[in-house]
Each structure stands twice: as structure tokens, then as C-alpha cells.
């Protein structure tokens, strides 16, 4: 993809970006911060869990503000909560002797699922009883055995890859309530998650659908979109509808992989905060540059970093809005600063059924 970045015409490179900025200014205007460290999460902040089960500060944090932002959006509930709301008169007094609020916590699906711990820790937090890991791989050191050793919790492996996935097929899921989660969801994974998602109504146009029915919810954590493919995009249509060709699509997910190249220190400004940083670059274009890739060579860190989020935004942009179409109410947002991951943007989403 280089190759065809740096055989473009300068003009034809700046109107590109140009369109870029254009179409990001449009339908990326409302992108919210959204740190989260729910109350439930408390054990973990704390360090107050098994020695054994590895913490590492970056991951907690993503891993807390994701459940944090599943618990504020209404797609899943804490302990607490689900005992005030199931079990109490409004008087603080329970209603019934019998009263048991797990019976109504949807078993969790978690995507690309790797060691498993942001299932750890769902379920350390939230009460969850029935696990579905989906995970291609083999993985060392997972979160099973601590998971198993759970009281009544059922923990079911799925070793496959997500676009041979058929939730239906799931005879111990089939019919029951779930919440679709992933955090290392690469690429096309997130596609193919959506897409699995809807259940039997899945086919690969973007025509209307409704999602599974016993879908209640779900929270994707985007990252990797340079792996994207053009192929298994959810919303083609969208971008095709925004002006944005096949072949534009492939040089914007090139451009991505800037948006993780700069340091995301503290010392650098927040690039997600896209549109100052490409000022400049137009600006360039009088200069007389001898090719694309001396105009690429000559950006700074930070507007190479400004572009790469802008182009990641735009596509999660596109999933938004066909999981709206869908029948979803969902959401797109920040869900850690840039310094702790600059993939640090949450798909979010619950079924317009819930109360």
C-alpha cells in the first residue's frame, strides 16, 4: 500500500486528505470522553484480587473504564444494583425470601478472547454465571482456571474462528439472554463480531436486518485498523456514500497505522484532537515537493498522528452507524486517554428491548 500512496500525485494525495478532513469534520463532531472506574470495579482498583491473576495498571484501567461504560450505558448492571432493582419494595426490604438477581445476568460472550480477563474480571465484578470464550488460538496462562474455580459459574471454550462462528449453533447459548464483548479485536474481527452478532439475519449486505434477539448488549474496544479488509467492512455502503472509493478505503487504513506510531506521552498533545494538527499540511502543497513521499517524509509526528485518527475514527464512524441501522441504540467514545492506549475507542451498544 505504500507503493500506491507514493505513486499518487502530490494533488491527488492533499485533495485526499482534504476529503479526509472533509468527511471526519462531518460525522465525527461528537466522539465524548468517557473515563470510567464504576464502584464494582473496586476490587480490582484496589489490587484486592488474587495474587496469582497478573495486573498490569494500563490493562486494569482499559479493562474498568470498558465495564464502567457497559454499566453507565444500561447493558449490564452491578450486584448492587440488580438486588435494589429485582429484590426490593423501594424501601430497601426484600420482597421475597427466594430472591436471587443472578438468574437474570446474561451469559457474556467475549471475542477474541485471548488469556481471557476482561471476562475475569466481568465476572469478579458482575456476577456473570455463564462464559462463552471465542479464540482462534492457544493461549498460556489463561484466566480458566481461576474462572472455574468460580461457584456456579459455566465456562465454555470456543476455539474457532469468528467468521465460522454461528451463535446458534451454540446449543448451551441457544435462547438465552448474552452481551457480546472484545478488546483485542484486530482489524476485520470487529466486522466479523458484528456481523456474527445478528445471528441467523447476518448476510453480507448492508441491507436492514434486526440483531439476535437474545442479544442484550455489547462493548468492542477498536484497535488494529490497518489489518482492516475491504471485503469483510460492515458498512461499505456508509463510506461509499460519503464519497469514499474501495480504493480510498485501502489508503486510509495504511494511514491508520500512524495514529500509533507517535509517542503518546505526555508530552505530546492530544492527536485525537484531529483538525488543528492537519492545518499545516495543506499548506505544503505550494512548496514544490518533489513527490508523496517527500510531502510524507516531511510531516511531523504529530500531524501523521492527527491523520491516522481521523482515518480510524471515520471507519468506526461506519460501525456505528450500521449497528443504529440495525436496531442498536449505541454509542462511540473515548474510553481511556490517549496515554494510557491511543486505541482508545469503545464500540458500544444495547438492544432498544431492555427497560
Known amino acids: 500500500m505504500k507503493r ?192 456474527c452478532c445478528l445471528g441467523e439475519q447476518s448476510n453480507q449486505s448492508n441491507g436492514g436486518g434486526c440483531v439476535n434477539p437474545n442479544l442484550r448488549g455489547l462493548a468492542i474496544a477498536t484497535c488494529c485498523h490497518h489489518l482492516c479488509q475491504w471485503k469483510h467492512y460492515i458498512n461499505k455502503k456508509y463510506l461509499l456514500e460519503l464519497g469514499i472509493t474501495k480504493e480510498e478505503f485501502h489508503v486510509i487504513i495504511w494511514f491508520t497505522s500512524w495514529a500509533v506510531d507517535a509517542d503518546h506521552g505526555t508530552d505530546l498533545p492530544d492527536v485525537t484532537d484531529c483538525g488543528f494538527h492537519l492545518e499545516s499540511i495543506g499548506k505544503k502543497q505550494s512548496h514544490g515537493d518533489n513527490g508523496v513521499e517527500d510531502v510524507v517524509r516531511n510531516m511531523k509526528a504529530v500531524e501523521r498522528a492527527a491523520l491516522g485518527f481521523m482515518c480510524k475514527q471515520i471507519i468506526d464512524m461506519g460501525r456505528l452507524m450500521w449497528m443504529k441501522e440495525h436496531g442498536l441504540e449505541a454509542q462511540f467514545v473515548k474510553y481511556v486517554p490517549s496515554s494510557v492506549s491511543p486505541e482508545n475507542h469503545l464500540l458500544i451498544a444495547r438492544s432498544t428491548n431492555l427497560s
Not at 491527488?12 to 464504576?38: A, G, N, R
Not at 484501567?61 to 444500561?74: A, H, K, R
Not at 465484578?125 to 498460556?140: N, P, T
Not at 469468528?162 to 446449543?171: F, G, Q, T
Open 4 to 195: 500506491t500512496v507514493y505513486s499518487m500525485s502530490v494533488p491527488d494525495f492533499y485533495k485526499l486528505i482534504e476529503k479526509i478532513e472533509s468527511v471526519h469534520k462531518s460525522i465525527c463532531k461528537d466522539i465524548q470522553e468517557s473515563y470510567k472506574v464504576p464502584e464494582a470495579c473496586g476490587m480490582w482498583v484496589k489490587r484486592e484480587v488474587d495474587r496469582k491473576l497478573p495486573f498490569q495498571e494500563k490493562h486494569v484501567m482499559q479493562q474498568v473504564s470498558i465495564l464502567g461504560n457497559m454499566e453507565d450505558f444500561g447493558v449490564i448492571k452491578s450486584s448492587i444494583a440488580k438486588e435494589r432493582a429485582d429484590c426490593d419494595d423501594g424501601d430497601g426490604f426484600p420482597v421475597r425470601d427466594d430472591c436471587d438477581y443472578s438468574n437474570g445476568v446474561p451469559a457474556v460472550v467475549e471475542f477474541g478472547a485471548g488469556r481471557g480477563y476482561l471476562t475475569q474480571m466481568l465476572a469478579d465484578c458482575y456476577g456473570i454465571k455463564r462464559v462463552f470464550l471465542v479464540e482462534r488460538k492457544s493461549y498460556k496462562l489463561k484466566a480458566d482456571r481461576s474462572l472455574r474455580q468460580k461457584e456456579s459459574l459455566i465456562l465454555q471454550r470456543l476455539r474457532i474462528d469468528i467468521e465460522d462462528l454461528n451463535l446458534n449453533a451454540v446449543e448451551s447459548l441457544r435462547g438465552g439472554p448474552f452481551i457480546s464483548i472484545g478488546k483485542h479485536l484486530c482489524g476485520p474481527a470487529t466486522d466479523l463480531t458484528l456481523r
